[in-house]
């Protein structure tokens, strides 16, 4: 027989070890191991083999799936002997040693922890120091381990965790100075591992799952504990829990955010043995029912992953290459099955959420799981789809040109007759770095990547790509290309008639011999008329004065009337 060492983890070996000590051979104090085979107390070997199934769900405390079931019950009916162990078949153990380590690197893997990154960015009030760090706020971040604050966060005193997906308290012992501690909306179902906190005063655990209403006795150590919030928790259900509670824990002002007076310590004291008793009786009902409750969601579990790999196998089969004969309606089978595929989703997102559930830590976890589980497929459709770039039909089958604006962008195309060259003007990103711009200039055509998006535009003529220059305007970033194109047009000189060449060689002259005399303004007077300053004012005449040779004469002058005149008394004279 072929012998294969399978490696426990530390707590997975105390386990065992403890239930070989407990149970007896044949006695219900068995082992179940997920990987196929149901070790008994105090016997190496292995009943089965039971089908290879998928390791346990996460919500078991041991990432082996190991579920102690020591002080159950059996069920009524039940009274079959145990079948006689057998050696398991030749190299199954090692397909279940190898499958639970590929189930430990998913669990790793799966799971949200608290790292360096996480407390430094959450420590942003001191300057993302963590070593002097008071107060840090790691509430809905999807943590299922509690670890690292007590090394690296010495000084906390203020700690909250709410809203995560917690199932015990560790790695809190260390924080001496810890004042107030908040996990409250976890998994956790027992209070453990606070006796190091010595400075904690107040501890809110609302809405957990702590049915064991007896390890409160934890917290007598912790002396200047003040508050304690246990409201949403199972115990809080059983007859009697606020009188045990304020009977344990004396130390206590306030309980469930009610103040504890001293008669009611007093009458809590003086009835502390049968409550006792009574709170011992509802734990121990309680346990079992939460035993069931793993069991069924363990079931429930093995259920879902069987049905999903009935899913994953049909749609290998589905997805198998077809035919050379179907090859042309492949496109449309594709899509047929994805819209198949669709529905199918749907209508298992929708059993998923109707299905009635028990609320426990079990469901709790496995809806979480399914939010990610969904989530990552979104994503990864998501990235399958960036991957895929759309195939630009950039150049025809017949191998014609197209015209391809696909960043739509505005452009200007230009024909610089005078310079023989095309000028393209495209209105890039002002912003955009020059890195991301690819430009291609061919004989007839123009290409430019813009972010991986094509610009193409076919050219009116033939061009000269090696002599074309792209530059980047630096006032609105658009990308300018010039192209010269490629037949060089020879320009025809203007004629001169031979009446302006010789008016020209006279101006050549004038201006020669201009230039040897002084010149001086001269105003044409037939073209300009300016007024006579000297008579502006009227000579008077004079008559019968002095001798009349000396008299002058009458000079008169013809006035030529307006034709058009016409006198008017009502018009005043001018003067």
Not at 9 to 38: D, H, V, Y
């Amino acid at each position: 027989m072929q012998r294969t060492d399978v490696r426990f983890m530390p707590e997975e070996k105390t386990l065992i070890s403890a239930c070989r000590g407990k149970a007896g051979p044949g006695s219900a104090g068995a082992l179940r191991l997920r990987s196929g085979f149901q070790l008994r107390s105090g016997s190496s070997s292995a009943r089965g083999p039971a089908p290879l199934g998928a390791p346990a769900p996460l919500g078991v405390p041991s990432p082996l799936g190991v579920q102690l079931l020591s002080g159950l019950q059996p069920r009524s009916g039940s009274s079959e002997a145990p079948a006689p162990p057998s050696a398991p078949p030749p190299g199954a153990v090692a397909v279940a040693a190898r499958r639970v380590r590929e189930w430990r690197r998913r669990l790793r893997a799966a799971m949200v922890r608290i790292t360096e990154d996480l407390v430094r960015r959450r420590a942003e009030h001191n300057n993302c120091e963590i070593f002097s760090l008071e107060e840090i706020s790691l509430h809905q971040q999807e943590i299922e381990k509690l670890e690292h604050l007590d090394k690296w966060c010495r000084d906390l005193k203020i700690l909250y965790l709410q809203n995560n997906l917690i199932p015990k308290i560790e790695n809190v012992s260390k924080l001496k100075k810890l004042e107030y501690l908040n996990v409250a909306l976890n998994n956790i179902e027992r209070i453990e591992n606070l006796e190091g906190c010595e400075e904690l005063k107040k501890l809110d655990l609302t809405a957990n799952f702590i049915g064991e209403l007896s390890s409160i006795e934890s917290l007598k150590c912790n002396i200047h504990l003040k508050e304690l919030f246990l409201m949403g928790n199972p115990c809080t259900e059983f007859e009697g829990y606020r009188q045990f509670v304020v009977a344990t824990l004396q130390q206590l002002k306030y309980l469930d955010s009610k103040e504890i007076e001293r008669s009611e310590r007093i009458k809590a004291l003086q009835n502390y043995p049968e409550v006792q008793w009574k709170i011992r009786e509802q734990e121990e009902a309680y346990l079992l029912k939460r035993a069931r409750e793993k069991e069924e969601a363990q079931k429930r579990m093995q259920e879902r992953k069987d049905e999903k790999q009935k899913q994953m196998d049909f749609k290998l089969g589905c997805d198998s290459p077809d035919s050379p004969q179907e090859k042309p309606n492949q496109a449309e089978a594709h899509g047929e099955r994805e819209r198949c595929r669709t529905v199918e989703n749907d209508d298992e997102e929708r059993k998923f959420w109707e299905e009635p559930t028990p609320y426990t830590p079990e469901s709790r976890l496995e809806t979480h799981r399914y939010i990610e589980e969904k989530r990552r497929a979104k994503d990864n459709v998501r990235e399958s789809k960036k991957r895929e770039k759309t195939p630009w039909t950039l150049v025809t089958a017949e191998g014609k040109v197209l015209n391809v604006n696909v960043p739509k962008l505005h452009f200007s195309l230009k024909d610089d007759e005078e310079n023989n060259q095309i000028i393209l003007d495209l209105a890039v990103y002002r912003h955009l770095d020059t890195s991301l711009l690819d430009v291609d200039v061919q004989p007839t055509y123009i290409r430019v990547l813009v972010k991986e998006k094509p610009f193409q535009l076919v050219l009116p003529e033939e061009v000269k790509p090696d002599s074309s220059s792209a530059k980047r305007s630096q006032t609105t970033g658009h990308l300018v290309v010039t192209m010269p194109k490629a037949k060089e047009i020879i320009l025809a000189k203007q004629k001169v008639s031979a009446s302006i060449k010789h008016s020209d060689c006279n101006t050549q002259q004038k201006n020669t011999r201009r230039s040897g005399q002084v010149e001086k303004l001269e105003v044409d007077p037939s073209k300009y008329s300016f007024p006579d300053v000297t008579k502006i004012i009227q000579e008077k005449e004079r008559t019968g004065q002095g001798p009349i040779k000396l008299q002058p004469q009458k000079v008169t002058e013809v006035k030529k009337c307006c034709v058009d005149f016409e006198k008017n008394e009502d018009v005043p004279p001018l003067i």
